[in-house]
């Protein structure tokens, strides 16, 4: 299989931790004495393998031929997440009796050697090292995600876990795949439902219906092939792209295809991209398309004039996204240089539509017709692999690391106080955001933050990946307008004021590099003002990433609390409860964790004994109010709720002699979800279930708390990794119990976060109604920013604490919702 191999491993990694490797009941589907699932193999194309693509064999142990027509073979990954879908390959024909059915699945870079002719061929980039295969009756795919779950799913005819894969037959899946083996059945072709006995490892041996193997190392072109085109053929690109998402076309090949090269890549996915410079009069097919060199570098230069014969494929960079349509193995025929380029189709506000893309009820939008005018991923997809345009476009996500730069291409459209583009509801996406990269690795896209603009035209060629959707490969870059965004300096709270902020310091480690602490201690002292009391998420154990069993974090904060006084800030006490070894996500080793730091000659914290990594904390209703029964303590740290997930921190201070309860959280990340521009609509946010049962949770204990003592200042805070607008929050807030501050900001400040272009809130202060009186204010100094120190934006709250018998109600609040004195330039 082809998978991106730079940030889509590091993504699987972070993803597979939060995995718990569980022991399931085994799935049966009747020992079968007809068709059988008899070799598997996930290692096709990968490096190191010989063959060029995975395959499935079927087999069939009876006397009489067995029927496929209706019937399907579907994938499902070794350790599913909720997200996780089954990949469907239809099938049709029969198997002989004795008889070998192969059906060929996703082709990768490496290997030599095509497979014999299959007798079906699905889209499947299958993991060499794990996964479950199933033959199904039927081609819904199915929706069990456990062993016990799809044993009781009728439909499965036979069904092999192979690797670590948690579905599987028996006692356990069978072992030894990798890029050079299979797992195949023994020649009687024996299924006794287990797994681990019935398949045993070797070197793939493919079977098709004709009794072929693998062997004489042609291209996916085929035995036979006649080797460089000399002709145009009559399969032109429109007739490829098609008027869908997918080819009607994939996995056919076509000869003689005709094109004029547009962009050369040389690193990461190689390969060309040309364009038909005589299109047809239908704009739903698109006159652009990628040809995939693997390995070899292109050998074709802009403005040739190309015929290019191969194979057609949809290559999915992972299981949610959409498919690219590429022409891959290819043989290249150069006519002529020097041509001509197809002038740009230019994408601005008139072009772009403002709905985004068409429902399919949750389900793939691949088969639907694209609506060019109508949606603007339909606009995107009719014009991939094609020559575009922008000008003059505002930075909306600051240039990362992998020198990607957002823009929008609809400067009006919902647009914040600094520049960049504000992500208000699930159902108004905004249509104009584009990445931009540089096809020139001696020209990388400059730095810019939001708010700068990448002035004059920027064009190259429309792609697409799973890091954000559809991008501009850019062979001429505009340059960048610095518009010198400033990051922000709160004000100083008042004497009667107590100032409670949250800040992500993003995995800090006593390992960490001292200039990674001095930014983030500015960002304390300076930036924040010195707030009484910081409520900081992802504070690392001491060595960070080691995995030995340290739990603690006292040399993390003693480097991070020295460095705060030497940015000009107090000396900070701090608190917080060690988690068990590996219970809390997060890095693996790390140890992550919530912490609060307090200015102890401002503010007070009242210590109980009894708080550790188990016990929860309970409100206690005393004759002079509430109290916590452990200080610090965790909220319910043994709840399903909270499994690989931060526990909430709970600390109760004391501010000119009255009380004050916060809570520090760092709910469970949106990984797993599905991406907005997917091929799955509207997309299933299957992170989210946790994050509302962590919610209620917190809002429960703070109902606890306020029913001991109605007005008892409650200040909620921390990484909600959710929306203001999301089920998340609303169960936080449920009763009225708390209030988001966020929403006290003019709409176009509320956010604390940028993500692939769209300005968002994840981090949160909310406050209970015994909070009066309050001024709020969210300091935006990295995520806007090239050069950040984390990803986050802080938050602040001041509370009059004295305020609290003046009325009723959440009076006199108010979010700080104008420019910042004391602006500080770029560090």
Known sequence: MRISTTRSALLAGAVAVTLSATALPAAFAAPSATAVISEVYGGGGNSGATLTRDFIELANAGSAAYGLDGLSVQYLPGAPSAGSRWQVSTLTGSVAPGGRYLVAEAAGTGGTVALPAPDATGTVAMSATAGTVALVSGTEPLTCKTAADCAADTRIVDLVGYGTAVVREGGGPAKGTSATASVARAASLADTDDNAADLTSGTPSPVNAAGETSGGGEDPGGPGDPGNPTEPGTVRIHDIQGTTRVSPLDGQAVTGVPGVVTAVRTSGSRGFWMQDTTPDTDPRTGEGVFVYTGSAAPAVQVGDSVLVSGTVDEYYPSSTTQSVTEITAPKVTVVSSGNALPAPVVLDAKAVPSKYVPSAGGGSIDALPLEPSTYALDLYESLEGTRVQIADTRVTGATTKYHEVWVTVEPKQNPTRRGGTLYASYTDQNTGRLKVMSLDPAAPVPTA???????????????????????????????????????????????????????????????????????????????????????????????????????????????????????????????????????????????????????????????????????????????????????????????????????????????????????????????????????????????????????????????????????????????????????????????????????????????????????????????????????????????????????????????????????????????????????????
Do not use: M
Request: charged residues 25%.
């Open 449 to 827: 933050n939001v708010g700068d603009v990448l002035a004059g035209t920027t064009s190259g060629v429309l792609d697409y990946d799973s890091y954000g959707g559809y991008n501009l490969q850019a062979t001429a870059l505009g340059e960048v307008t610095d518009h010198h965004l400033k990051r922000e300096v709160t004000r100083k709270q008042k004497g009667k004021e107590l100032a409670v902020a949250t800040y992500n310091v993003e995995n800090l480690d006593a390992l960490d590099d001292q200039a990674k602490f001095d930014t983030l201690a500015e960002g304390v002292a300076v930036n924040l003002s010195s707030p009484d009391i910081v409520s900081l998420e992802e504070i690392q154990d001491d060595n960070g990433a080691v995995n030995d069993g340290t739990v603690g974090s006292e040399a993390t904060l003693k480097r991070f609390t020295d460095a705060i006084v030497a940015a000009g800030g107090p000396r900070y006490s701090w608190r917080y409860v060690a988690p068990e070894d590996g219970k809390d996500g997060g890095e693996p080793g790390g140890n992550i964790r919530n912490v609060f730091l307090y200015n102890a000659k401002r503010v007070g914290f009242v210590d109980r004994p009894g708080g550790d990594a188990t016990t929860p904390v309970a409100a206690v209703k005393t004759k002079k109010g509430v109290t916590l029964s452990v200080s610090p303590g965790r909220i319910a740290p043994t709840s399903t709720a909270w499994d690989s997930s931060r526990k909430p921190l709970v600390g109760e201070f004391r501010f000119h002699g009255k009380p004050v309860f916060v809570i520090g959280n760092h709910f469970a990340s949106k990984g797993g979800d599905q991406p907005l521009h997917g091929r799955y609509q509207e997309p299933v946010r299957s992170s989210e279930t946790q994050r509302v049962q962590q919610a209620k949770e917190v809002n429960t204990f703070v109902k606890s708390l306020l029913a001991a003592d109605k007005s008892a200042r409650v200040v909620v805070l921390g990484d909600l990794n959710d929306f203001a607008f999301s089920p998340t929050v609303g169960a936080l807030t449920a009763g009225k119990v708390l209030k988001p501050l966020i929403t006290t900001l003019p709409k176009n400040e509320q956010y604390s976060y940028v993500y692939e272009g769209n300005s968002q809130t994840l981090d949160h202060i909310l406050t209970s109604p015994g909070v009066r009186r309050f001024d709020y204010d969210v300091v935006h100094i990295n995520a806007e920013f090239a050069d950040q120190a984390s990803d986050h934006d802080p938050q602040i709250v001041r509370v009059d604490v004295n305020a609290q018998e003046h009325g009723h109600g959440h009076g006199n609040g108010h979010g700080h919702g104008h420019d910042h004195g004391g602006h500080r330039g770029h560090h």
